[in-house]
């Protein structure tokens, strides 16, 4: 499975949007981006996924880059609640692989007043 | 609606002691998985399950068992708990294996 990288860290002032950068060249034809967030002491929290096309739904915004190789969630308007940390996570779309969602480190965005 | 619901939601054994941890979901989800989280680190997959009366091991398996008899119900054991075991334990459950998963809020066990 590919492998992700990203910021240890952020800072985001509220009310301004949030763009989390997640790198993931090794990212195959067949192999969907999700992201999750975990606020603290709670289970993860599934956001949005993508193969190729940017996605947008109620909560973010995912913009992929054409060679896939990287890509940005975008919260518009982030708040004190957006607050926790954030995975990109690289994942085949079917079969028994694709059930495993393999956790890095992902990035603690601090959204401060 | 509840989603996923683990229970209990915290629990200190002794080494060597046995329990089992409960997870129900009432999303008629085929898939069913345990993680568990050590302190600073990601989720790992323990144990998973296709459908009911199905189990496959994940990433950490030694120590545990599952098993899957309702569709609705999927339950981890340990049957001889050891400190290397203190985690935090989420379940989790998705439709179909390629569709988001959707956690609960976790088991804090504690082995002294």
């Known amino acids: 499975d590919a492998k992700t990288t990203q910021p240890t860290s952020m800072d985001c002032a509220e009310g301004r949007a949030a763009n989390l950068p997640c790198n993931h060249s090794?990212?195959?034809?067949?192999?969907?981006v999700y992201w999750y967030r975990q606020i603290h002491s709670q289970g993860p929290q599934y956001i949005i996924h993508g193969l190729k096309n940017n996605e947008t739904n109620e909560m973010a915004s995912l913009i992929i880059t054409e060679d896939r190789k990287s890509s940005t969630l975008i919260l518009p308007h982030a708040t004190l609640r957006d607050t926790a940390v954030y995975y990109c996570?690289?994942?085949?779309?079917?079969?028994?692989?694709?059930?495993?969602?393999?956790f890095g480190g992902g990035t603690r965005l601090m959204v401060k007043p | 609606n509840a989603g996923v619901t683990q229970t209990p939601k915290f629990r200190v054994l002794k080494t060597g002691q046995s329990m089992t941890l409960l997870c129900a979901q009432d999303?008629?989800?085929?898939?069913m998985y345990w993680y568990r989280q050590d302190p600073g680190m990601g989720l790992r997959l323990i144990h998973y399950s296709v459908g009911e009366g199905t189990t496959a091991k994940g990433e950490v398996p030694d120590g545990y068992n599952v098993s899957r008899l309702k569709k609705q119900n999927f339950l981890l054991g340990l049957e001889s708990a050891a400190p290397s075991q203190t985690s935090v334990y989420f379940c989790?459950?998705?439709?179909?294996?390629?569709?988001?998963?959707?956690f609960g809020d976790g088991t804090r066990l504690s082995i002294l």
């Open positions: 999303m008629n989800h085929e898939y």
């Open positions: 996570i690289v994942r085949p779309g079917g079969g028994d692989a694709g059930n495993m969602l393999t």
């Open positions: 989790a459950s998705s439709y179909l294996g390629s569709q988001p998963q959707h």
């Open positions: 090794t990212i195959s034809g067949n192999e969907y």
